[in-house]
């Protein structure tokens, strides 16, 4: 029952996946759009708590459904603001499966002299470890980080 679970998220992640790719949500003029993006991934890991003493392996599926706002993608000045959603299920492993976040704005200027472009990202994440309860039982650990990350250049 838990592996039919689990293929049948696979399965509507990839039909969602393919519908949101389809066209604009919302279209505000000739060119700035509001897009459904999604993405979705299926792995196999030989050492998921990475640890070479307890060495576990299992496979995950991770369904990243967003939006992505795109003002004037045509002209000099563009503006990207992206948000996905990432869910990850572990087909054994249950203790694994996550949800974060991931949002995005990048900003590009191109006058054919001068090249500017600026970034601000933030992301959660999560890392895999092991823990190990009074029977001496290996278990999934997740550790939550989040990042923030900005950025420029300009060339001429």
């Known amino acids: 029952m838990k592996l039919r ?3 049948s998220f696979v399965a509507i992640s990839a039909l969602a996946t393919i519908a949101a790719y389809a066209s604009p949500l919302l279209q505000l003029d000739d060119e700035s759009t509001l897009q459904a993006v999604a993405d979705v991934t299926l792995a196999w ?3 998921v708590l990475r640890t070479s003493a307890f060495e576990e392996s299992d496979m995950y599926v991770q369904f990243s459904p967003g939006l992505e706002f795109r ?3 045509k002209s000099a000045a563009t503006t990207l603001i992206s948000y996905r959603h990432h869910f990850v299920r572990y087909q054994d492993m249950d203790e694994l499966d996550a949800d974060f976040a991931d949002l995005g704005v990048s900003f590009k200027y191109d006058s ?3 090249l ?3 970034y601000a990202k933030y992301r959660e994440s999560y890392s895999n470890t092991y823990g190990i309860d009074e029977n001496n039982d290996i278990f999934g650990v997740l550790t939550l980080r ?3 990350g900005f950025g420029a250049d300009l060339r001429y």
């Open 116 to 118: 500017t472009n600026a």
């Open 71 to 73: 003002m004037s993608p």
């Open 112 to 114: 054919g002299v001068i």
């Open 146 to 148: 989040d990042t923030t």
């Open 5 to 7: 679970n689990k293929l």
């Open 45 to 47: 890991e030989d050492n």
